[in-house]
């Protein structure tokens, strides 16, 4: 008996080993990656940005360059243009890193805020807009938990609602949002934020949005963390000063940044996503067969140069 105990025993290990060696899991099938995807792309697959809807911030550790949008918040992107053009950003600070979270940045004198002039202080909150100011909705396939429908508009991520006729911006790592007070219309742009932490969904149509940063992002993401509640600093030099706030149209030729963004209606951008989607091998072993709104990149380039 007991001999015959071993060798059952014997048996199952085998079968197991078999069983263990027949799971291991094995790479996927070689697949193009984005970056290669984008190496191969053509120059109609990119678009150069729009001068006049384009911001300059310049820092003392470089430049960050902002994409407005202006059929998401009109009123609101028309405002920080005009804060711009009279300066109003020059020699203000960034006042919070809140980690995981957002960079802003505006007066942190509450009392006694710097006054506008020709830009307004408050304006009728822009949550979301209808779905006819969107002409260029790429949608994704993919599901959302956070909107009926999700993709991109001439290279923004949205969300949009086709049963209520709505449409917004999404609140992905890297864009830009207006800081308010409890009250929704409390904004008007003296204030701004950028998402630098895991994309905070929930503010969606609670907060006007109002572009992305297309350059400059390492800036921002690796400010220090503000010891203060909510990441604010609560030393007056550990803020960092806002050198210029620009228009990038209103910068001479030979100071302007020169980026381009690939245009996410075309095929090449869907096969970006694909990419993201279903990653090939040597290293991954399975594919997601989904990507998240905030998880799907728009390439960005400098023109004539290498992607960002």
Not at 5 to 33: D, F, N, T, Y
Not at 182 to 207: F, K
Not at 228 to 244: H, L
Request: glycine share 10%; with cysteine; hydrophobic share 35%.
């Amino acid at each position: 008996m007991a001999r015959i105990m071993g060798w059952g025993a014997g048996v199952a290990l085998a079968l197991a080993g078999s069983l263990v060696q027949a799971a291991e899991p094995k790479p996927l099938p070689p697949k193009p990656s984005v970056g290669e995807i984008v190496k191969a792309s053509k120059a109609a697959d990119w678009r150069p940005l729009d001068l006049d809807n384009t911001l300059y911030m310049d820092l003392p550790g470089g430049r960050v360059v902002i994409e407005l949008a202006p059929p998401f918040a009109p009123n609101h992107v028309a405002n920080i243009k005009a804060l711009a053009r009279e300066h109003y950003f020059d020699g203000l600070v960034i006042q919070r890193s809140q980690d995981n979270f957002v960079v802003q940045w505006g007066d942190p004198d509450e009392q006694n805020p710097r006054p506008v002039k020709d830009a307004k202080m408050k304006l009728k909150a822009e949550f979301t807009v209808p779905l006819k100011n969107d002409k260029h909705f790429t949608r994704l396939k993919d599901v959302d938990g956070y909107a009926p429908q999700v993709g991109h508009s001439n290279g923004f991520p949205v969300g949009r609602d086709p049963k209520k006729g709505e449409t917004w911006l999404a609140h992905c790592y890297a864009m830009v949002g207006v800081g308010r007070d409890n009250e929704a219309n409390s904004g008007g742009g003296t204030a701004l934020y950028v998402v630098t932490g895991q994309s905070p969904r929930h503010l969606d149509r609670n907060i006007t949005v109002v572009g992305r940063v297309v350059s400059g992002m390492p800036l921002l993401s690796s400010m220090p963390r503000g010891p203060a509640p909510m990441g604010f600093y609560d030393k007056p030099e550990m803020r960092v000063p806002i050198t210029s706030f620009r228009v990038a149209a209103d910068v001479p030729k030979e100071e302007r940044s020169n980026f381009e963004v690939m245009r996410t209606d075309s095929a090449t951008y869907q096969k970006v996503i694909e990419a993201q989607r279903n990653r090939g091998g040597p290293w991954n072993v399975v594919a997601a067969g989904h990507v998240d709104l905030c998880n799907a990149p728009i390439p960005v380039r400098e023109k004539g140069g290498e992607q960002k």
